[in-house]
């Protein structure tokens, strides 16, 4: 199954996406991810992704785009993928379906104002990527699954969180349109689950997004 996460930043996708690619059993690709190994390992395309990143805005169409097509060729991507992070402008939902039409768009929609606290408190762990709230771990420097250093990512800050939302809603949700018109959009609508402690349960979103894809 060739599947996208949409949807925009703090909505959980990456979280759901490792969730339901183990499921699913299909490789989890995020493109935000593979930058920000590519800014450990000081490639090229590390040290261009890194200045738009660093600003909240987007790495240009032809970078990403190259990095997904090379991504997509590789023996593990066979039997489908999850997509994380991409598409995120029009002009790359199009170079992907010259490479490969998506099966379903699913997209996490979380209202704004609780997007801020979600991304402010988040942290990523340095060993196995996981991320968490501040609010759900015993230490807020230690990883609860498998004990790494807990870190904020730079475009955590709320400097940069603004940017990112502008971002988000000026260039990646015409794309709830665009695969709304190919009949492929899956609305998994958070806003409207149950809160427990100001938030909802990942387990609930997990459980919509399956029902979605059935
Ligand atoms: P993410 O981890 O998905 O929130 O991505 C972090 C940052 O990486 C974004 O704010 C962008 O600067 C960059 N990025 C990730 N995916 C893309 C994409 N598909 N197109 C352009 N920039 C991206």
């Not at 170079?95 to 402010?120: N, Q, S, W």
């Amino acid at each position: 199954m060739k599947l996208i996460f949409l949807g925009p930043p703090g909505a959980g996708k990456g979280t759901q996406a490792t969730g339901v690619s183990s499921h699913l059993r299909v490789p989890h690709i995020s493109t935000g991810d593979m930058f920000r190994a590519a800014i450990k390992n000081e490639t090229p395309t590390g040290l261009e992704a890194k200045r738009y990143m660093d600003a909240g805005q987007l790495v240009p169409d032809s970078v990403v785009v190259d990095m997904v097509r090379e991504r997509l060729a590789m023996p593990d991507c066979a039997n489908g993928y999850l997509l994380d992070g991409f598409p995120r402008t029009v002009e790359q939902a199009r170079a992907l379906d010259e490479i490969a039409t998506p099966d379903a768009v699913v997209d996490i929609e979380v209202p704004d104002e609780r997007l801020l606290a979600r991304l402010t408190g988040r942290r990523v762990c340095s060993k196995c990527n996981g991320t968490f709230h501040v609010s759900k771990v015993a230490d807020e420097k230690v990883c609860p699954v498998c004990g790494g250093e807990l870190y904020q990512r730079d475009d955590d800050k709320p400097a940069t969180i603004s940017n990112r939302l502008g971002v988000y809603h000026e260039q990646t949700a015409p794309l709830i349109g665009y695969y709304a018109g190919l009949g492929k959009l899956k609305r998994i609508d958070v806003g409207a689950l149950p809160l427990y402690d100001g938030d909802s349960r990942a387990e609930d979103v997990f459980q919509a997004i399956l029902a979605s894809l059935e």
